[in-house]
């Protein structure tokens, strides 16, 4: 066989590994590489982790590598363990495995402290004392370079000396900050004197009140990375001008494997937000049911839908890797859903918006059983028993009064089949007092029950479900959380930087105007077919002509509740 196209990483790995040594040609021995996945435990992983973890742990997989489970609990101020719980729970059901790589960035709070007084030590890194309001204007922007802090000549034994203080516990949030001495002129923002670590007066998820100060993303990241001998760092394009930073902290710090950082393109879908920012928003401000709400592109919410870890999988296999902004059209997901849950779900029967059919010359009380196949072209699945009576219903798409040209489902006078059950023909459409259909009176074809009458051509074959003995659960059909694309996900302006400007991000980001009003709706009245009363929670169906549902995680016998996954066809969930 051909071999499979690589993406832009592998070929890396390969020319890497060709060379005899890690990342960029750089020996070390061995020949196997190492990667992490290294989420911030300060909320649920949405869909776009499952892409990092599947690259990550995809490669050292497929080279005999492994790949570290990274907590980056640099931040004690949105880290909890209830996420560091909900992230395993995830990449495991994701079928992945990090064996004994499990690694918290706090681990490193000690050697991350000593790397600081280093440079401290070395003349690269001083104490700034400005307000950050100073700070800011300091600077500089893109066309404007920044000019030196006056506190950038501080001597490296005053530094020492107040650094050791702010960890002490001496000083109050904002009053200090390390950072390192690089360049205010330098083309690159994030080698304008970037911040090493700041005070913050909270206690940590780990490390509790021991520490006071806290080293910055990028003052951690490529030493966790050198601590743990990671070859190949694969980030998103947004760090790709921090990967200077990453290398220059590198080369300062006497670290002797070193890693190199490689980016690929963030995923962004259609009709939703991709940032844990965001999705905490509307969990705190009650738009949705919780993280693991049905609607939200989370993991946990991905699984509470009905999605299968290997349709995700799927999904990230299709969209590939690559290095340029996308965002990927919902659709696509849906129809990786679709093509998973096809072969492998059972069909039921289920009636969600009901008009009653009585077929006249069926006598009353007689209870017809026949075997329905659970899945059309695999026998090996078995059948459950339908029941079929005088008193069935059917879905009120399926009748038209008056229809149009091509109409082959239920009409005045014509015929249409029961899927697994006779030809019945619509003698009468009764009515209510406004017009309103109040039920439909057939006759059946008793010679028809197992086959299509050979004498006429019957085109429509519809579902049913008897009336006495259907269940009338709760049904929820689930649509987009947002009405268009992905409102401020574009590639972020380069001067955006992490770990500020989060209130100006949010002026921008008008993302809860574009809220679709309609993203779940509870059906009243839906008639399902009786075996589905044994459904359990997290068991998936296929209701024929209608949509992929799942028995939804909360639900119990006394109170069942299905979810739709997605519908049948492109553009057939309204
Ligand atoms: P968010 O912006 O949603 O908070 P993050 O990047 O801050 O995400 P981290 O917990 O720091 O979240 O991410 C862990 C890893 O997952 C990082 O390597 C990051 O690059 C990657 N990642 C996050 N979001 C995406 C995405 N949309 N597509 C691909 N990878 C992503
Ligand atoms: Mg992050
Ligand atoms: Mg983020």
Not at 342 to 363: G, N, Q, S, T
Not at 390 to 395: K, M, N
Request: proline share 6%; with cysteine.
């Amino acid at each position: 066989a051909a071999a499979a196209p690589r993406n832009f990483l592998q070929e890396i790995i390969d020319k890497d590994l060709a060379k005899g040594g890690r990342c960029a040609g750089r020996s070390v021995k061995g020949d196997v590489i190492r990667t992490r996945f290294p989420p911030e435990p300060n909320g649920y992983l949405h869909i776009g982790h499952a892409k990092s973890i599947c690259i990550n742990f995809g490669l050292a997989q497929q080279y005999g590598g492994r790949c570290h489970l990274r907590f980056d609990d640099t931040n004690p101020a949105a880290e909890e363990t209830e996420y560091v719980e909900s992230i395993q729970e995830d990449v495991k059901w994701l079928g992945f495995d990090w064996g004994e790589n499990l690694f918290f960035a706090s681990s490193y709070f000690d050697q991350l402290y000593e790397w600081a007084e280093l440079l401290i030590k070395d003349g690269k890194a001083y104490v700034d004392s400005q307000t950050v309001e100073e700070m800011r204007k300091l600077r500089g922007n893109l066309k404007e370079p920044g000019k030196d802090s006056p506190f950038r000549g501080r001597t490296p034994e005053e530094n020492m000396t107040l650094f050791r203080e702010m960890r002490d516990g001496k000083h109050k949030e904002g009053t200090h900050l390390l950072r390192a001495k690089i360049d205010m002129k330098s083309a690159n923002m994030n080698l304008r004197d970037p911040p090493m670590y700041r005070i913050i007066h909270k206690e940590h998820h780990r490390t509790g009140k021991k520490w006071c100060i806290y080293p910055l993303y990028d003052f951690a990241h490529g030493q966790e990375d050198a601590i743990e001998g990671i070859t190949h760092s694969i980030c998103t394009l947004e760090f790709e001008a921090h990967r200077a930073l990453y290398d220059w902290y590198c080369d300062n710090l006497p670290i002797k494997a070193r890693p190199h950082q490689f980016e690929f393109s963030r995923l962004n879908v259609t009709n939703t937000v991709m940032s844990k920012r965001k999705l905490l928003k509307l969990v705190k401000e009650k738009v949705v049911d919780g993280w693991d709400d049905p609607r939200m592109p989370t993991i946990c919410g991905m699984r509470r839908r009905g999605v299968t870890p290997e349709a995700l999988k799927n999904f990230v296999m299709r969209i590939g890797v690559t290095t340029s902004y996308s965002t990927v059209d919902s659709g696509l997901l849906e129809e990786t859903i679709r093509e998973d849950l096809e072969p492998k779900v059972h069909r039921r029967m289920a009636v969600l918006y009901p008009i009653k059919v009585v077929i006249e010359d069926f006598p009353e009380g007689k209870v017809e059983e026949t075997q329905a196949a659970n899945h059309p072209s695999r026998p090996e699945e078995g059948s459950r028993t339908l029941k079929f009576t005088r008193e069935i219903f059917i879905d009120r798409d399926d009748f038209n009064e008056a229809p149009p040209e091509g109409y082959f489902r239920l009409q005045p006078g014509g015929e249409v089949k029961l899927r697994f059950s006779y030809v019945i023909k619509l003698k009468e459409v009764v009515k209510g007092k406004n017009g309103e259909v109040l039920e439909l009176r057939c006759t059946h074809d008793p010679a028809t029950r197992d086959t299509m009458p050979t004498d006429r051509r019957v085109r429509g074959v519809i579902h049913w479900v008897s009336a006495p003995h259907c269940i009338r659960p709760a049904v929820r059909l689930y649509d987009y959380l947002l009405r268009s694309g992905t409102p401020g996900e574009e590639a972020p302006a380069e001067e955006e930087k992490e770990e500020e400007g989060d209130d100006a991000k949010d002026s921008k980001e008008d993302f809860m105007k574009e809220l679709n009003p309609d993203s779940v709706c509870e059906l009243k009245d839906a008639c399902l077919e009786e075996s589905l009363k044994d459904a359990k929670p997290m068991e998936r169906f296929q209701f024929e002509r209608t949509a992929f549902f799942v028995c939804d995680k909360y639900s119990t016998p006394a109170s069942l509740v299905f979810n739709r996954i997605v519908g049948l066809k492109e553009n057939s969930h309204k």
